[in-house]
């Protein structure tokens, strides 16, 4: 497998930190090794023997109560180490504090949706990423967006009814409990067992681990995604196992839409 993508999350919110950290777990690509909440949480990364991030997750709704972080961040990041950030609507003054040697995206949370971590994966392999809201809110500013920069948002797995939409987003993004799921949806434990397996034979997931459906079907001609998605069935092989079963769904499900 490849590398781990190692993620320090900056955010002063457990709401932000909680829906961060859930996507980033359950993606086979990243692993969060720090939550900083406060100045003095940057100092645990340089304890011995602590992980250094690879990237920096920034909430900058966090940012409004405590403008100061951003130098913070453009001191502890490393030669290596990328700064991404996320928020409800787009801060101007961002673009121009981030020093632009680790700066690696701006995303709108509503359009990134569940598609974080392949924001990362790709911020990671040195692209810029930006949500469509942040490009419509510098079309009067004078940043100037580089040459490898990355529009994506997240995209609705077609063919699935809004029921089976809600239990991909419980079941398999978040991955509740079969029981928890159950009572969710106000059904008996059996049933939400069967909605589950109703819905991984929508998405063929048999098919797809046999090669009997090319996983082109999802993604279209879009290279990008295509190569990634290659990627995760060559790590998980021929199982049909549950767990490997979730974690394709899981990946299918969160694949974001690219804007060339």
């Known amino acids: 497998m490849a590398k781990d993508i190692l993620v320090a999350i ?8 909680n829906w961060m950290s859930l996507l980033l777990v359950r993606d086979w690509r990243t692993r969060v090794i720090a939550e900083i909440t406060c100045h003095a949480d940057f100092e645990k990364l340089r304890e011995p023997g602590h992980p250094s991030p690879d990237l920096f997750l920034v909430d900058l709704d966090s940012y409004r109560d405590n403008p100061t972080m951003v130098s913070s961040l453009n001191e502890q990041a490393g030669k290596q180490t990328k700064i991404l950030c996320v928020g409800t609507q787009v801060i101007d003054s961002v673009f121009f504090r981030l020093n632009p040697r680790i ?4 995303l709108i949370k509503s359009e990134i949706s569940s598609s974080l971590a ?22 009067n500013n004078p940043y100037e ?21 809600e239990i991909a987003r419980l079941a398999i993004i978040f991955s509740i409990g079969r029981r928890d799921l159950a ?10 067992y069967g909605m589950v397996s109703e819905l991984y034979s929508r998405l063929g997931l048999e098919d797809i681990f046999s090669g009997e459906i090319d996983p082109s079907r999802f993604v279209g001609d879009d290279p990008v995604i295509l190569k990634h998605l290659e990627e995760i069935l060559d790590e998980l092989g021929t199982s049909k196992k549950a767990k490997d ?4 769904a899981f990946h299918l499900l969160t694949m974001p839409t690219i804007e060339f």
Do not use: C, H
């Open 10 to 17: 900056v955010s002063d919110d457990i709401y932000a930190r």
């Open 103 to 106: 700066f690696a995206g701006y």
């Open 118 to 139: 392949w924001a990362i994966t790709f911020a990671y392999e040195n692209k810029v990423v930006f949500t469509p809201g942040v490009l419509d809110a510098l079309k």
């Open 145 to 165: 967006l580089p040459a490898n920069k990355l529009i994506i948002s997240g995209r609705s797995f077609p063919g699935l009814t809004d029921r089976q939409e």
């Open 183 to 192: 009572d969710e949806l106000k059904i008996s434990d059996q049933w939400s």
């Open 245 to 248: 079963l979730e974690t394709l």
